[in-house]
């Protein structure tokens, strides 16, 4: 826009302000054609002058009318080329500033002077992105208009969801730290978008490392998703509920947990206002969530193929999310009160409610069991009898039976987080019969386990992974599950039936410690696979179990681990399986391992003398320990 335009365009504006028209519909019907015009330069006059005129007609700021034809008149794209102004050779960076502030002050103007169910049309929440760009390019007092004008916005749900589909929000979190109403944008767009749960965990995907590490949104999140629960909320807002807790649940775990679920201990003497209020909100709304999951189940297979399937596990996935946190903050809370230490944290839950929810959650794993026995049955076609599988192969096709619609069982994560919550159970809570129960799966777990492998080895599945897609990484969620079911004897069993010694070790462990796992994941992922393993050895089968001469390729790998390995706590872990291995094997077959156990025991010396911390000092110790007691030379 030329230099003359923005000239012409204050003094028309000035003139304005100082002698506006005395007939308001003059005035009106002036304003209307320059806005209409086809030119620029006239548009800019309009707009300058209804900037005037809004500024200093009163009874024109109240007549919704007149507003909603100016409003009407105004073209988006041309409000859109303002925001977007920069300096250019025929336009100085106080020109270009002066047509974003003009956009804005008027943009600001209508978001509070339109009449509902005009305001939070596309015109208006589609300026989002302009505005947000805005920021980073305008003068203290117009970020503010901006910044007001956004929160206006984002109250709407419309515009909520504009503001989350735009894709650069770095202009807020650049302005947070001296602009406190940047946060609150954040806030409300978070809090009214919580219909698309979805779309919002894609934006929380994309600013990760962008967002503040502790908002001060969360607080009021925590308060509104407790307030809509407890007001008896529609199956629309308890969804919305349960999705944005998901989402927030997973980007800020030790911020927003405590939040969500705990009472603080000052409110643990106070008597309760209403029957309602004996049940504190952690167990109200874990309690909904499990009543859904255990209401959607028995038809959700049903579903698979369907487009409603996709919204419906994602709902579920949530829910599942939400008690895994639970889960994980009642045992936190619960060994923090045994140890006298609450943090000034109350879990006020009653002991009868936790005994009931305790027995829910039973419930709800077992028929979780049955899903996942069902889900991978219908995919590998293990559920069909075997005249089906013969006539299915004489057709040069494995049988499919049930599957989603896009990436297969592989890619659900609803499957994913009822494994993270059922193996979280499995672990933590003693219930023998639903350990055995979980047993039962085990074939499923290893074939999880084996598609989350970079090699892909033993794909059961009878469907091709799309291109470019990676599967889910089940491997986490599954040695969690292994450290239950491996305490009984139908575990131990269904373990070794199922070669699951061969996946973990042969597939994934020696794998990873043969190409040099970086500390960090992939360490603490070995480091994993060795509890599931010692425990099995230490298990065995009614009690006793004798090292298979195969297993014994540990021992080799231990000792052929180079020295000065940076993955030291890795190295002591592999070392102790190896020795629990010899322990268990024959005297005749340990003497093979001789040169072995004596590299072994040099290097459990040398980290005796060099280790940075007192487990480890404690594990190389037991190692020592355990070598002297083979009777073969250390």
């Not at 003139?15 to 519909?25: E, I, L, V």
């Not at 500033?97 to 929440?125: I, K, Y």
């Amino acid at each position: 826009m030329s230099e003359n335009l923005a000239v012409q365009g204050s003094a028309t504006a000035t003139a304005g302000g100082s002698a506006p028209p005395k007939n308001p519909s003059a005035s009106v019907d002036q304003i209307i054609s320059l806005l209409k015009a086809k030119d620029d330069t006239s548009r800019f006059v309009g707009l300058a002058i209804l900037k005037t005129v809004l500024d200093n007609r009163q009874d024109l700021q109240h007549d919704s009318v007149i507003i909603t034809k100016c409003w009407a008149a105004l073209s988006p794209s041309f409000l859109d080329r303002l925001l977007r102004a920069e300096q250019s050779v025929g336009k100085s960076k106080e020109e270009a500033r002066g047509l974003v502030e003009l956009a804005v002050a008027v943009l600001h103007a209508f978001t509070v002077l339109l009449p509902p169910g005009v305001g939070n049309g596309e015109r208006l929440v589609g300026r989002c992105g302009g505005l947000l760009m805005a920021l980073v390019k305008s003068s203290s007092e117009t970020v503010i208009l901006i910044l007001q004008t956004l929160l206006t916005l984002a109250s709407w749900q419309d515009g909520a969801e504009r503001l989350l589909g735009v894709g650069d929000w770095s202009p807020l979190f650049e302005i947070a730290p001296h602009q406190p109403l940047a946060l609150d944008v954040v806030k409300f767009v978070l809090i009214n978008a919580a219909a698309r749960p979805s779309l919002l965990q894609q934006v929380l995907q994309r600013l990760d490392g962008a967002l503040p590490s502790d908002p001060n949104w969360l607080k009021p999140l925590s308060s509104f998703i407790q307030g809509t629960v407890l007001a008896r909320p529609t199956p629309n807002a308890r969804k919305s509920c349960t999705l944005l807790s998901s989402a927030l649940l997973q980007f800020y775990p030790e911020q927003f947990t405590p939040l969500l679920f705990q009472t603080s201990s000052k409110g643990k003497d106070r008597q309760p206002a209403s029957a309602s209020e004996l049940k504190p909100f952690a167990y109200l709304f874990t309690n909904l969530i499990l009543i859904d999951i255990r209401a959607s189940f028995p038809s959700l297979l049903e579903l698979l193929a369907s487009p409603e399937y996709p919204s419906t596990a994602e709902r579920l996935a949530a829910g599942f999310g939400v008690v895994t946190a639970f889960v994980g903050f009642l045992i936190r809370g619960l060994d923090e009160e045994a140890g006298g230490d609450n943090g000034g944290v109350f879990l006020q839950i009653e002991p009868d409610l936790l005994l009931r929810f305790r027995r829910d959650m039973a419930e709800t794993m077992g028929l979780t069991i049955e899903f996942l026995r069902d889900r991978w049955d219908g995919v590998t076609g293990s559920g069909l009898n075997r005249d089906s599988k013969a006539s299915s192969a004489k057709q040069g096709t494995l049988s499919l039976t049930w599957d989603t619609l896009d990436g297969g069982i592989v890619q659900d994560q609803l499957v994913l987080a009822a494994i993270r919550a059922l193996a979280l159970w499995l672990r933590e809570d003693e219930n023998e019969t639903l350990r055995r129960e979980a047993s039962g799966i085990t074939d499923v777990f290893l074939g999880l386990y084996t598609q989350s492998t970079d090699s892909g080895v033993q794909n059961p599945a009878p469907r091709t992974v799309p291109e470019n897609t990676k599967p889910l990484d089940f491997r986490p969620a599954l040695l969690t599950a292994f450290e239950g079911t491996i305490t009984t004897d139908d575990g131990v069993e269904a373990f070794l039936d199922a070669n699951g010694w061969e996946v973990l070790w042969q597939h994934d462990l020696a794998k990873l410690l043969a190409a040099g796992a970086k500390p960090g994941e992939d360490a603490g992922r070995g480091i994993e696979i060795i509890r599931v393993l010692l425990a099995l050895v230490e298990h065995g089968h009614n009690g006793e179990m004798s090292a298979k001469e195969e297993w014994l390729d540990v021992v080799k790998v231990a000792a052929a681990l180079p020295s000065g390995d940076s993955r030291e706590e890795l190295q002591l872990s592999l070392f102790q399986l190896a020795v629990e291995l010899l322990t268990r094997a024959p005297r005749g077959l340990r003497k093979r391992f001789v040169r072995e156990v004596g590299v072994i025991g040099e290097r459990a010396r040398g980290m005796l003398v060099e280790a940075g911390g007192e487990g480890l000092r404690d594990g190389a110790l037991e190692v020592l320990e355990g070598l002297e007691g083979l009777s073969v030379g250390v």
